[in-house]
């Protein structure tokens, strides 16, 4: 067997089919207008990976009300008529390449850049300093006050509409971002969650707001509309971040995502790959489990350019899919040079030279090309 033959094999997640295993993962660029809506520019960028062979793609977290959601300048947000609009003409572009869409939906919470103050579970003050290049705010974040039971609705609220109105702007589904230290990720962790009401305390209460909004999603979205969760233990300022009780806390939090009616599951990385994120303290490996226990189509991420380590990830049932992010940043192409035994180019932190934002970026591949 080719050490690349599962990762072309077709895939599905609901009804929605696949032509192969590779996932573009979901990475801000806030390249969006002021007001957050979608460019012209996001369109032609979108539409470049479905043209190298991503099958599938997860637009970067759209923020889910204009309240206190939003976590970067120029990130893009599904809250507007105008942004509806602007991310319907993002999918005709991927569609137009044979591209499937779906999109991350995310609320920061404590770790907005963006807001005045910022709201939380509780008082808390998030480890670590603010991202650099994704707006005016830097150092460390403030402490975000507690958010009220009548705001943790209208939270809920602001992902159903965002789902709803994603729907309407034709991607095949939505990710709800439970993961890396943001907002729902700020409910699922103790540390960070001191509440004593129905959303705090035990595991199950913490998974508790996560589980209602793709509950309700599923309720106001048509049957083949996708919900799926991203999930991580590390924080985006925390790599070292692992789920207490290991295998035990992932059966609570999986059980009740898929019993909520989750069509699938992105357990992501950070800094330090697949193998180390997605494993317990103990080394159990997450994504295999998940799986097994929910029968549910699991996406994994961390490092996996690596053809041969993504691909024994899928023929070992560890995963379905396989969710790229920065070398896909520089090899947009990047299914089709696996496919075809073509090198990649290797990612480089210089890439964000000139800034985050995919105008940036093309300042800097330009400068590249020409060196080249
Ligand atoms: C520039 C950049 C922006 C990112 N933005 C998001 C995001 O919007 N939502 C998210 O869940 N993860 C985001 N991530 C994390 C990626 O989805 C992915 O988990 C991470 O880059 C590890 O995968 P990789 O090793 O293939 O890059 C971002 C990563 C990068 C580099």
Request: hydrophobic share 40%.
């Amino acid at each position: 067997m080719s050490d690349t033959q599962s990762l072309l094999q077709q895939g599905a997640i609901g009804s929605v089919t696949v032509p192969n295993r590779f996932v573009l993962a979901p990475m801000s660029r806030a390249s969006a207008q002021d007001d957050g809506t979608p460019t012209p520019n996001m369109a032609r960028y979108y539409a470049k990976f479905a043209r190298g062979g991503f099958g599938l793609l997860i637009a970067e977290g759209a923020y889910t009300d204009d309240q206190y959601s939003q976590s970067y300048s120029n990130q893009p947000g599904l809250v507007s008529d105008a942004h509806e609009k602007g991310w319907a003409q993002v999918v005709q572009a991927v569609n137009a390449e044979g591209g499937k869409m779906i999109l991350q939906l995310i609320h920061a919470g404590a770790v907005s850049q963006h807001v005045e103050h910022s709201y939380a579970p509780s008082a808390v003050r998030p480890s670590g300093t603010m991202l650099q290049g994704y707006g005016h705010k830097s150092g460390a974040y403030d402490v975000p006050r507690e958010l009220d039971l009548k705001e943790i609705d209208a939270i809920k609220q602001g992902f159903v509409q965002a789902a709803k109105r994603a729907e309407n702007a034709g991607f095949d589904g939505v990710e709800v971002h439970c993961a890396n230290g943001y907002l729902l990720d700020q409910f699922l962790t103790p540390e960070t969650n001191l509440r004593t009401d129905q959303y705090g305390g035990s595991l199950e209460n913490r998974i508790r707001l996560t589980q209602d909004i793709i509950g309700d999603i599923q309720l106001t979205t048509g049957r083949d509309f996708l919900v799926g969760v991203r999930l991580s233990q590390a924080k985006a300022t925390n790599p070292d971040y692992f789920w207490h009780n290991g295998v035990k806390d992932a059966e609570v939090i999986f059980s009740a995502l898929a019993q909520a009616g989750a069509d699938f599951i992105h357990l992501a990385s950070e800094a330090k790959g697949y193998a180390y994120h997605s494993a317990t303290r103990q080394g159990e490996n997450l994504s295999a489990l998940a799986k097994k226990l929910t029968g549910l189509p699991v996406i994994a991420n961390g490092g996996l350019h690596d053809a041969a380590l993504a691909n024994a990830i899928v023929s070992q049932d560890q995963a379905d899919f396989i969710a790229v992010g920065k070398t896909a940043m520089l090899n947009p192409d990047l299914p089709k040079r696996i496919a075809q035994g073509r090198p990649l180019r290797d990612f480089s932190y210089d890439v964000f030279s000139y800034g985050v934002s995919i105008e940036a970026q093309g300042k800097w591949d330009a400068e590249q090309s020409v060196s080249a």
